[in-house]
């Protein structure tokens, strides 16, 4: 990652992080940067790969301990803020976390390791950090930076971890497609523990020497007061967001409208992604602000691989075409590449593929082909030489907000539960969300959602809280006694609120 300090090197004097009414100039960031490796270094030479977890607000501090642990030759580890206990505790024995960083709001949250002998725990703040200077070590592309978890078709999240050669590579092709420079201000309303968020707006905009604006947490007043500022030159953000931002617009008077839609003009890019953009959000968004949104798909493993053209036509309900330096192909059951117009899974192969999922080397081995493709899960046709997405080879797999989440972690949480004998877990189409957490229950008696969802909040994130309960007094099975996913997501579509 040295070529990412590199550039922030070029531009000294230049702000690269705003948060409200603070700046941060390159030269400070990397100075705090150096003295967190320092700090963390503790006097050793190298961390040699030890994970080092970290719970801070999305701002400044946060990029300086993330440039720090990489800086000192640790392993990224970043904690999503809003998660319970529970959640959290799984990431840190996960990852064997050996450091622990957290911010003053999450001291008490974590403070069980502050007694752990077997972890470093440091209270973080920016006022503690002395300017420290110490050699740093030397660190080649094939190390390990960073370990990202993701929900799959397990029933707990896996480890994604990335190395410096692979978060470069995910920089790269980025800053080349969509053509980040130093006059480019962006704004960060997404969460920190994610690819989204933490390569393609704020890595790509520091690397390119642009500016960031952290608004968080998410508020459409806030997102659309900073686009009137007149600064911001890229947006990004998931559908979800478009969608909210949208509703927020069309509460505002005309006068408002018309301030808003002529500073959105301004901006050079804005795209959408993580999620399946609806048409309707796209087209309505055009009529808003005058961008045809850049949709383009991606993969906590992979980063990004397919995209809608900067420049030339940008098709409503497809990703576009492969990345540059990104392998993408489809293939049948078979692995073998579909014919010409027919749906196949989208396999993808390149430098910014992830190393291994962590401390799963089944998992990591049943990823790949043979000859080292990565089976995304994902099924798509090309139509027109553009890629459309047709659905996921998997029914357990829900993308609401732009999080992935799995039916089976939740329905295992459900099961823990006193009262409910049995349950199954799917995504219900939804407008806003994309997808919505639907639970049928079987339960000795019907319970209280407002009071199940306060018990499983304290278990698992809000947003894989279901937002739907359906009572039953049986699940649909098939012969073999397993659920049939599809027919209970009739169920919750044909049975009334
Ligand atoms: C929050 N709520 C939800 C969800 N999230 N309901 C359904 N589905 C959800 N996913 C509920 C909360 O529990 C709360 O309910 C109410 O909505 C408001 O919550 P709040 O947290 O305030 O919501 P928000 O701040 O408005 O959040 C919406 C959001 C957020 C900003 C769209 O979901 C978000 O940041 N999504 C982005 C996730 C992301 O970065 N994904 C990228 C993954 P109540 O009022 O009842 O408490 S990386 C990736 O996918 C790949 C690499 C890629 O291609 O990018
Ligand atoms: P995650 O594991 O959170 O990185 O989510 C990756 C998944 O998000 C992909 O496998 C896709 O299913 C989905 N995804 C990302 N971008 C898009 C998009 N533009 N359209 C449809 N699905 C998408």
Request: aromatic fraction near 10%; include cysteine.
């Amino acid at each position: 990652m040295e070529l990412l300090f590199h550039q922030a090197i070029q531009n000294p004097s230049k702000i690269a992080i705003k948060v409200q009414e603070k700046s941060f100039t390159y030269s400070q960031l990397i100075q705090n940067a150096k003295s967190v490796a320092a700090l963390l270094l503790n006097g050793k030479a190298d961390l040699n790969e030890a994970r080092v977890a970290f719970m801070i607000n999305p701002g400044f501090d946060y990029v300086a301990v993330q440039w720090g642990i990489w800086m000192a030759g640790g392993v990224a580890v970043p904690l999503c803020i809003t998660y319970p206990f529970p959640s959290i505790q799984y990431v840190i024995e996960d990852t064997q976390a050996e450091l622990i960083v957290t911010a003053k709001e999450y001291e008490e949250l974590l403070k069980v390791y502050s007694e752990d002998p077997t972890k470093r725990f440091i209270r973080f703040s920016d006022d503690s950090l002395e300017e420290m200077q110490g050699d740093l070590p030397s660190i080649s592309y094939e190390r390990g930076a960073m370990i990202l978890y993701t929900s799959g078709t397990t029933s707990l999240p896996k480890g994604v971890l990335t190395t410096h050669g692979t978060i470069e590579a995910q920089i790269r092709t980025l800053i080349k497609a969509w053509k980040w420079t130093a006059q480019d201000h962006t704004i960060c309303l997404l969460p920190l523990h994610h690819v989204h968020g933490i390569i393609n707006v704020v890595s790509c905009a520091l690397w390119a020497g642009a500016t960031v604006e952290f608004v968080h947490p998410f508020d459409a007043r806030t997102v659309f007061e900073t686009i009137l500022s007149g600064q911001v030159t890229v947006f990004m953000a998931v559908p979800t967001i478009y969608f909210k931002l949208i509703s927020y617009f069309e509460s505002e008077s005309d006068l408002r409208k018309t301030a808003i839609t002529e500073s959105l003009n301004k901006l050079r890019l804005m795209v959408s992604g993580s999620a399946a953009l609806p048409v309707s959000v796209m087209e309505k968004w055009k009529e808003i602000s005058g961008h045809y949104l850049l949709e383009r798909y991606g993969m906590t493993e992979i980063g990004m691989a397919i995209s809608n053209p900067y420049n030339g036509e940008r098709k409503a309900g497809y990703i576009g075409q492969p990345l540059a330096d990104v392998e993408v192909r489809l293939v049948d059951e078979n692995n073998q590449e579909v014919k010409k117009g027919e749906p196949g899974e989208i396999q993808v192969k390149g430098p910014s593929v992830f190393k291994e999922y962590w401390g799963k080397n089944e998992a990591t081995q049943k990823a790949f082909t043979s000859d080292g493709w990565f089976m995304t899960g994902d099924i798509a046709v090309i139509e027109d030489g553009y890629f459309r997405i047709l659905g996921r080879d998997s029914v357990d797999i829900i993308k609401s907000g732009g999080y992935k989440i799995s039916a089976l972690e939740i329905e295992e949480v459900l099961r823990k539960h006193p009262e409910i004998q049995d349950c199954g877990v799917v995504g219900i189409p939804d407008e806003e969300w994309g997808e919505l957490v639907a639970a049928a229950l079987i339960s000795a008696q019907d319970l209280e959602s407002k009071e199940l969802n306060t018990w499983l909040r304290e278990r698992m994130p809000a947003y894989k809280t279901p937002r739907r309960y359906l009572f039953l007094n049986e699940l649909p099975r098939n012969a073999m006694g397993k659920v049939v996913k599809n027919e209970l997501k009739k169920l919750f579509i044909e049975t009334p609120q």
